[in-house]
């Protein structure tokens, strides 16, 4: 059992199935979305929580880089904060949003049991769907603020996670996840 918070709904309770170390995603993608975090989440040791937990790590922190852009929000013009936290940056929505993705993909290519353990699994949906709409307004609301400059850089950098996004298996499956909520 995994436990999240989400705005609006407070904590909850998501049951941890099973679930494949998420380095197999870093093995489907190629160099162009090696990006800072890339490393971190996706060929990390087999102690990190996404390599343990899979696509349950992935949520995990997707959730927490939601909760890093509110607070740095709510905070920034506290130029003192600045210092400490330095997460006026909403990249991490386009990478977990898209190992999360493709690791459902995988699953549903390659580990049968996993995908049809995850895809019954409502309160895994109910919470990705929940962090994904608020962080998606949250990350349109910070590219509001950026200048034309600073825009058009974000979305260069992340052009291979864009489009990837943009591709119809990955939307079809973020369209199978809003269902899967219900």
Same mark, same amino acid.
């Given at each position: ?6 705005? =609006?709904? =407070? ?7 099973? &679930?494949? #170390?998420?380095? *197999?995603? !870093?093995?489907?993608? =190629? %160099?162009?979305?090696?990006? /800072? ?6 060929? /990390? ?9 899979? *696509? @349950?790590?992935?949520?995990? +922190?997707?959730?927490?880089? @939601?909760? =890093?852009?509110?607070?740095?929000? /709510? *905070? ?18 386009? %990478?977990?949003?898209?190992? $999360?993705? +493709?690791? $459902?993909?995988?699953?549903? +290519?390659? @580990? #049968? ?5 995850? $895809? ?37 950098? @992340?052009?291979?996670? $864009?489009?990837?996004?943009? &591709? +119809? #298996?990955?939307? /079809? ?7 899967? !909520?219900?």
């Amino acid at each position: 059992m995994m436990t999240l918070h989400l705005d =609006g709904e =407070g904590d909850i309770n998501v049951p941890v199935g099973k &679930s494949f #170390p998420s380095r *197999i995603v !870093a093995d489907k993608l =190629g %160099e162009q979305f090696k990006t /800072s975090r890339f490393n971190t989440y996706l060929n /990390s040791g087999r102690a990190h929580a996404v390599q343990q937990d899979g *696509i @349950y790590g992935l949520l995990n +922190e997707f959730n927490a880089y @939601y909760h =890093g852009v509110v607070a740095y929000n /709510s *905070i920034r013009k506290k130029k003192i904060w600045k210092n400490y936290i330095n997460n006026d940056t909403c990249e991490p929505f386009y %990478e977990l949003k898209l190992w $999360i993705l +493709e690791h $459902i993909l995988i699953s549903k +290519e390659k @580990y #049968p049991d996993i995908y049809q353990d995850l $895809i019954g699994n409502k309160t895994y949906f109910h919470a990705f769907t929940n962090i994904h709409d608020r962080f998606a307004r949250l990350c349109t609301y910070r590219m509001n603020l950026k200048s034309a400059a600073g825009k058009d850089k974000m979305l260069k950098d @992340y052009k291979p996670y $864009i489009d990837r996004l943009n &591709s +119809e #298996p990955v939307k /079809s499956v973020m369209k199978q996840t809003y269902l899967w !909520a219900k």
